[in-house]
Nanobody, 123 residues
Framework: QVQLVESGGGLVQAGGSLRLSCAASGGTFSRYAMGWFRQAPGKEREFIAAVSWSGGTIYYADSVKGRFTISRDNAKNTVYLQMNNLKPDDTAVYYC????????????????WGQGTQVTVSS
């Protein structure tokens, strides 16, 4: 079983930056692809970014491409989401998720989820 704990959320002004972290425990982190998703009030959970177990394959949603960067440090069992040029539409609860080996953009294919961290972007 993999446990995931997100951190780094908060309140930021539009145009600002945040870096989210997701620390994993209870499994072999390097075996897992990691994804970031977000959910705003009244909306469906939305794919943001994903990275494969090796870091060799990365996907981004069009809405964040060029602004957000996903990375992982297998030595620290942690995946990061660097968010730059934040917009009010980025306001949501951000979740990290894990699945074995290969990254996908489909939330239903991830079996492990963190509790989420709130990101609020003010205009």
């Amino acid at each position: 079983q993999v446990q995931l704990v997100e951190s780094g959320g908060g309140l930021v002004q539009a145009g600002g930056s945040l870096r989210l972290s997701c620390a994993a425990s209870g499994g072999t982190f390097s075996r897992y692809a990691m994804g970031w998703f977000r959910q705003a009030p009244g909306k469906e959970r939305e794919f943001i970014a994903a990275v494969s177990w090796s870091g060799g394959t990365i996907y981004y949603a069009d809405s964040v491409k060029g602004r957000f960067t996903i990375s992982r440090d297998n030595a620290k069992n942690t995946v990061y989401l660097q968010m730059n040029n934040l917009k009010p539409d980025d306001t949501a609860v951000y979740y990290c998720a894990a699945r074995e080996l290969f990254a996908t953009m489909a939330a239903r294919e991830y079996g492990y989820w963190g509790q989420g961290t709130q990101v609020t972007v003010s205009s």
